[in-house]
């Protein structure tokens, strides 16, 4: 019913750039927060970044001043830049969303299905 497709991952090298993208698509009523999560190898999930449906904006501390996440409601779109990358950057990265959709009542988190991330020179 509902589906998050991210893209713009790859390699890329240390101090480089790279923007995530993400897009909700489905049988959608209202998206609420958004944001990144990332998982690297041998490491538990950890968020990077959340937008809220304000546009409000909350960072980890690892990437502030070199991460800026927004979003695009219209396209139901979220989007992580991600500049002066590092190679503790590297992890698979995923998408989520807290989204109403047309079938029922409340919020759910939904997923996408993650984007490898691989910052080394």
């Known amino acids: 019913q509902v589906q998050l497709v991210e893209s713009g991952g790859g390699l890329v090298q240390p101090g480089g750039s790279l923007r995530l993208s993400c897009a909700a698509s489905g049988t959608i009523f209202s998206i609420g927060d958004m944001g990144w999560y990332r998982q690297a190898p041998g490491k538990e999930r950890e968020q990077v970044a959340r937008?809220?449906?304000?546009?409000?904006?909350a960072y980890e501390d690892f990437v502030k001043g070199r991460f800026t996440l927004f979003r695009d409601n219209a396209k139901n779109s979220v989007y992580l830049q991600m500049n002066n990358l590092k190679p503790e950057d590297t992890a698979v990265y995923y998408c989520?969303?807290?989204?109403?959709?047309?079938?029922?009542?409340?919020?759910?988190?939904?997923w996408g299905q993650g984007t490898q991330v691989t910052v080394s020179s």
């Open positions: 989520y969303a807290d989204i109403q959709t047309t079938l029922a009542p409340r919020y759910y988190d939904y």
């Open positions: 937008i809220y449906s304000d546009s409000s904006v």
